[in-house]
């Protein structure tokens, strides 16, 4: 049991080498871990980055995209921009687009979403008496897509925009 | 296959921590268990990869390290090491505050506490950044000769080292600072790798060791000269 070679280096070690590789394995994970979190703040959404699961906004955005989102508080959301929102009780969020917004004074809006290949609105998605989104769902505004080209000369090629 | 592997590791973990004060010079573990004097292979000669430079260059810089502390008796001083070690532990520590309060506090609540923590770990990065280039150079070792009289402060060793990737020119560096006039000596040599490691990868020490000497000698020499 104890002479098994490939331990061997980790035999070799004294304790603040092995430490130090316990440790280097922490800080790869805690960069990972601290660059989304900075986006996280950067953002203001809880989930910056997310992937396009479904063909419902198709041919906008096709299975497998990545899209960056944010959720500033300053940013109003208006009719026809791409909104990521989340639905009481279900884990997964929805990438669809806003068709309806009733705005009051105070600043307190309701909206309805549509994906753009889809025949009807969201309503059937919503919860059992929901008909209308509120900002607490949103979990961002789509600012930027990537999406891997799919034609066969242009396969290679990335493409990146951004909405500002 | 697996789970015999997983068994050597943890007992060879908790050997390893229990065995440390003893671990550096075999001679006094008689009473520690014998699984530990199993599991240090300080005497076994050292056999790796050869075409795996990092591996190449940390035997080199191991045996180097062996031959200054257990043939000249020097101590060796952990004061850089530790330091690096301080930095990385103090920059898991934010991304670990950072994951638990985030955790206790989702995500709108915790924005203050994680923007401190991301911007404290980019900090430390780049401190980080700064002592492994600027203080710690490439040096691996510090190391002490203690005074015999007890009097003069202690002369310091000093061993760095260099191989680039996919070189085979191996660079050792010995600096000497003395402890009473705070000079500052260095000698080096320059050797290709294939001069100290057979075809199967293992160390012939008997070719190492004289290099390692020689260096030390000359400087030593310099100093009685002077």
Same mark, same amino acid.
């Given at each position: 049991?104890?002479?098994?070679?490939?331990?061997?280096?980790?035999?070799?070690?004294?304790?603040?080498?092995?430490?130090?590789?316990?440790?280097?394995?922490?800080?790869?994970?805690?960069?990972?871990?601290?660059i989304w979190k900075g986006l996280m703040v950067i953002t203001g959404s809880e989930s910056p980055i997310v992937v396009v699961l479904s063909g419902s906004m198709e041919p906008a955005f096709h299975r497998g995209d990545l899209l960056f989102l944010t959720n500033r508080v300053e940013d109003p959301i208006r009719v026809g921009e791409i909104v990521v929102f989340r639905i009481e009780g279900r884990e997964i969020p929805i990438v669809h687009r806003v068709l309806k917004i009733h705005e009051k004074q105070n600043g307190h809006i309701k909206f309805l979403t549509k994906g753009d290949n889809n025949a009807v609105d969201d309503r059937g998605l919503y919860k059992q008496g929901q008909h209308w989104l509120e900002k607490k769902d949103v979990v961002g505004r789509a600012r930027g897509f990537y999406q891997e080209n799919r034609s066969v000369e242009d396969r290679n090629y990335l493409f990146l925009t951004l909405e500002l | 296959m697996a789970a015999a592997a997983a068994q050597g590791g943890r007992s060879g973990g908790s050997g390893g921590s229990s065995g440390a004060g003893g671990g550096s010079s075999c001679g006094t573990g008689i009473g520690r268990s014998g699984l530990l004097d199993k599991w240090?292979?300080?005497?076994?000669?050292?056999?790796?990869?050869?075409?795996?430079?990092?591996?190449?260059?940390?035997?080199?810089?191991?045996?180097?390290?062996?031959?200054?502390?257990?043939?000249?008796?020097? $101590?060796?001083?952990?004061?850089?090491?530790? =330091?690096? +070690? %301080? !930095?990385? @532990?103090?920059?898991?520590?934010?991304? &670990?505050?950072?994951?638990?309060?985030?955790?206790?506090?989702?995500?709108?609540?915790?924005?203050?506490?994680?923007?401190?923590? $991301?911007?404290?770990?980019?900090?430390?990065? =780049?401190? +980080? %950044? !700064?002592? @492994?280039?600027?203080?710690?150079?490439? &040096?691996?070792?510090?190391?002490?000769?203690?005074?015999?009289?007890?009097?003069?402060?202690?002369?310091?060793?000093?061993?760095?080292?260099?191989?680039?990737?996919?070189?085979d020119k191996y660079t050792l560096k010995l600096t000497f600072i003395s402890g009473r006039t705070k000079q500052q000596r260095e000698a080096e040599f320059t050797k290709s790798i294939a001069k100290f490691f057979d075809h199967s990868g293992t160390l012939v020490m008997d070719a190492y060791e004289p290099e390692i000497s020689r260096l030390h000698d000359s400087l030593a020499t310099e100093r009685k000269i002077k």
């Open positions: 049991m104890l002479s098994l070679d490939f331990l061997d280096d980790v035999r070799r070690m004294n304790k603040r080498q092995l430490y130090y590789q316990v440790l280097n394995f922490g800080m790869i994970v805690s960069s990972a871990l601290m | 240090k292979i300080d005497d076994k000669p050292v056999k790796i990869d050869k075409w795996d430079g990092s591996a190449v260059k940390n035997s080199l810089d191991d045996s180097a390290k062996k031959v200054l502390l257990e043939k000249y008796k020097y $101590v060796e001083n952990f004061g850089l090491i530790d =330091g690096r +070690l %301080t !930095i990385c @532990t103090i920059s898991c520590f934010f991304a &670990i505050v950072a994951l638990i309060w985030d955790y206790m506090h989702p995500f709108p609540e915790s924005k203050p506490v994680l923007a401190l923590c $991301v911007i404290s770990y980019f900090v430390m990065m =780049g401190i +980080l %950044t !700064i002592y @492994t280039s600027y203080k710690e150079k490439s &040096i691996f070792l510090v190391a002490h000769r203690k005074d015999p009289t007890g009097m003069d402060p202690d002369d310091i060793w000093q061993l760095s080292s260099s191989l680039k990737r996919f070189d």
